[in-house]
């Protein structure tokens, strides 16, 4: 009987962690940089618990463009509040294939100058592949490619568009269109406490 009492004690305790328990969840904020055609920003595709899909978005119409890929970085400020989710990479609409040709979705975390990783910075490259031309933007909006971040903790961090040295789109004879800019103001996430009480 003394047994019984004490392992309902211990469960008392482990089910109330000492009185309260938390879980994490997750908040995104896009930039106040209001849409414009042939702006790229990042926006939320969709959240769940503790993780934010995001979406690096170009904005239209502009069917005159050549857009055959994209490279850029998402400089996260502070990594110790939010990760990168490895593998995550899916491409959007913002490409679309002509005879021959596919799309191709690439992202992970950036190298240090002396060696290592450097969790501060998402690599990104979206691109056709098979050569033949490029393509324009026929909606108000098309996702250029949706990426999925994770918190680890309470806070708040920046995420924003950069580049080494800068973004970048290329046309299909590998030339940067100049015209096309991207939102050099900086979008938030932040890891708040879901609550959790107890007894």
Do not use: E, W
Request: contains cysteine; proline residues 4%; charged residues 10%.
């Amino acid at each position: 009987m003394k047994s019984f009492v004490s392992s309902l004690a211990l469960l008392a305790l482990l089910g109330c962690g000492g009185g309260s328990s938390s879980s994490l969840g997750a908040q995104f904020t896009q930039s106040g940089t209001p849409a414009a055609p042939r702006l790229i920003k990042l926006v939320q595709k969709s959240k769940s618990n503790a993780r934010v899909v995001v979406q690096a978005v170009i904005y239209g119409p502009d069917t005159t463009l050549d857009m055959y890929s994209f490279a850029f970085d998402v400089k996260i400020g502070d990594p110790s509040v939010v990760k990168f989710v490895d593998g995550s990479a899916v491409a959007g609409t913002a490409l679309t294939v002509f005879a021959g040709q596919s799309i191709q979705a690439v992202a992970g975390l950036g190298t240090l100058p002396g060696g290592g990783t450097d969790n501060s910075r998402v690599v990104v490259g979206v691109t056709k592949l098979g050569g033949g031309l490029g393509n324009g933007v026929a909606g108000n909006s098309a996702a250029i490619v949706s990426l999925s971040f994770q918190v680890l903790k309470q806070g708040t961090t920046t995420l924003q568009l950069s580049g080494a040295p800068n973004p970048v789109v290329l046309d299909h004879n590998g030339a940067a269109i100049g015209s096309i800019t991207f939102d050099s103001a900086t979008a938030s996430m932040k890891g708040v406490s879901t609550g959790g009480g107890g007894y």
